[in-house]
């Protein structure tokens, strides 16, 4: 069967990407990164947002400053990719878009990727930011954790990785289209296939296979969040595209959450891609979700 055309700027980059890897099915991962830093391109440029490089916990990223935000309120952004593509370039714009529109810092961080450091590598790197950050004054509670795709999965796991350590936990968490099933045996990774115009079950497999390099098992609860008790989990936030492929992890991660009477809103993208809401400023959809996360954000201060 073949695909729809593309009716959004990110299923248009989607598709261009598609073709680059059939035509080039040998393409170097050091080449599909740099493809993958061509993802801010479907996001415009926010309006009095400033960025700087930098680093937080000996951890690089970007520092996202919205004028006028509050400097306590802070967001550590954990970028989509595989766990092996993407970036905090691929990622700023998204972030200065959510951070300006909840009033809130975010730094976006480039934690380490795999193949070279598989699992539990980035969930370090991301609990390394967290942990400076409390240093620094800032209270748990005005902490939040955002990830998208594959940084959803890794955002789940640092709440849980603080449970278990009996640490305290962020305000909330923001997941956009979360990768989170890491047998690769998602329904609708084949019942979408034709409205998804960049995840594969080849494209997963391969990826799963880079994360857990080191050996670990796909059925962890800390690389495959499906498998995780939610009881005590912060406030959770859910948004994913109803034709996307990994809807059904969104899907299982919602009654998981609620199951353990997690409070957690829901919230679909009817006819959407992967991670939506890179089409801020761009697609009224895409603000609309902005906005809704904002609202969201703003009432569990």
Request: hydrophobic share 45%; charged share 20%.
């Amino acid at each position: 069967m073949s695909q729809p055309r593309p009716t959004d700027p990110l299923g248009e980059i989607y598709a261009e990407w598609t073709v680059e890897f059939e035509a080039n099915p040998e393409m170097s991962l050091q080449l599909m990164r740099w493809v993958f830093e061509d993802w801010q391109r479907a996001t415009s440029e926010p309006e009095g947002v400033t960025y700087a490089s930098t680093s937080v916990g000996g951890v690089p990223g970007i520092l996202v400053t919205p004028l006028d935000a509050d400097p306590a309120q802070m967001m550590v952004v954990m970028h989509g990719g595989g766990f092996a593509l993407g970036s905090s370039a691929s990622h700023r714009k998204l972030a200065g878009h959510l951070a300006k529109a909840c009033g809130a810092h975010a730094f976006v961080v480039d934690f380490r990727l795999a193949p070279e450091f598989p699992f539990p590598a980035q969930i370090e790197d991301g609990l390394a930011v967290y942990d400076a950050l409390l240093a620094g004054g800032i209270a748990p509670a005005d902490v939040s954790f955002v990830g998208d795709s594959a940084g959803g999965n890794l955002a789940i796991a640092m709440v849980l990785t603080l449970r278990r350590d009996g640490k305290p936990l962020p305000g909330g968490v923001l997941t956009m289209s979360p990768w989170l099933n890491m047998e690769n045996t998602g329904a609708t990774i084949e019942t979408n296939d034709a409205t998804d115009f960049l995840i594969t079950r080849e494209g997963l497999a391969g990826n799963i296979s880079r994360y857990l390099s080191g050996g670990a098992s796909p059925t962890d609860p800390y690389v495959n969040p499906l498998y995780a008790e939610y009881d005590g989990f912060p406030r959770l936030y859910v948004c994913a595209a109803d034709t996307e492929s990994l809807f059904e992890d969104s899907e299982r991660l919602v009654e998981l959450a609620t199951k353990a009477d997690v409070d957690v809103t829901f919230s679909v993208g009817h006819g959407m891609q992967h991670v939506f809401p890179f089409q801020a400023g761009r697609l009224a959809r895409a603000d609309d979700e902005i906005a809704a996360m904002a609202a969201w954000y703003r009432a569990g201060r």
